[in-house]
């Protein structure tokens, strides 16, 4: 078990594929995400992509065969979703100094079995913070 590896991966997919950057005032300002993702560099979206698979991979979730494009862009979107919607939840109400990094630690929790249960909670929907 690696928390760091599943927080690094949802930083990841936060910060650098989808171009928030862990400050609350400029998050909940952001709405370009979706054009970000569509433009970034290729690397980059490779990248997420693995880490997200590799971090469902070593949770025993899914297999690196059961894995198609559609499924993980959903795991994605939801991610990214769960985050955006934290940003006038719960992140908002304690002012969180570091909200990517405060979403990020709520997903991963603090074991095996927290990270498991919000990982494949997030291959159907979102998890608000």
Same mark, same amino acid.
């Given at each position: 078990?690696?928390?760091?590896?599943?927080?690094?991966?949802?930083?990841?997919?936060?910060?650098?594929?989808?171009?928030?950057?862990?400050?609350?005032?400029?998050?909940?300002?952001?709405?370009?995400?979706?054009?970000?993702?569509?433009?970034?560099?290729?690397?980059?979206?490779?990248?997420?992509?693995?880490?997200?698979?590799?971090?469902?991979?070593?949770?025993?979730?899914?297999?690196?065969? !059961?894995?198609?494009?559609?499924?993980?862009?959903?795991?994605?979107? @939801?991610? &990214?979703? +769960?985050? %955006?919607?934290?940003?006038? /939840?719960?992140?908002? !109400?304690?002012?969180?100094?570091?909200?990517?990094?405060?979403?990020? @630690?709520? &997903?991963? +929790?603090? %074991?095996?079995?927290?990270? /498991?249960?919000?990982?494949s909670l997030l291959?159907?929907?979102?998890?608000?913070?």
């Amino acid at each position: 078990y690696s928390q760091n590896d599943y927080e690094d991966a949802c930083k990841y997919v936060l910060i650098d594929y989808a171009g928030f950057e862990n400050n609350l005032v400029r998050d909940q300002q952001y709405i370009y995400y979706l054009t970000k993702m569509k433009n970034v560099p290729h690397e980059i979206k490779e990248e997420a992509l693995k880490k997200i698979c590799t971090v469902y991979v070593n949770l025993g979730i899914m297999e690196a065969k !059961d894995f198609t494009p559609d499924n993980v862009a959903k795991i994605i979107i @939801n991610l &990214i979703v +769960g985050y %955006n919607t934290s940003l006038f /939840k719960k992140l908002d !109400d304690i002012k969180a100094s570091e909200p990517i990094t405060t979403y990020c @630690n709520f &997903i991963c +929790g603090n %074991n095996y079995a927290t990270s /498991k249960n919000n990982f494949s909670l997030l291959r159907h929907g979102i998890l608000v913070y």
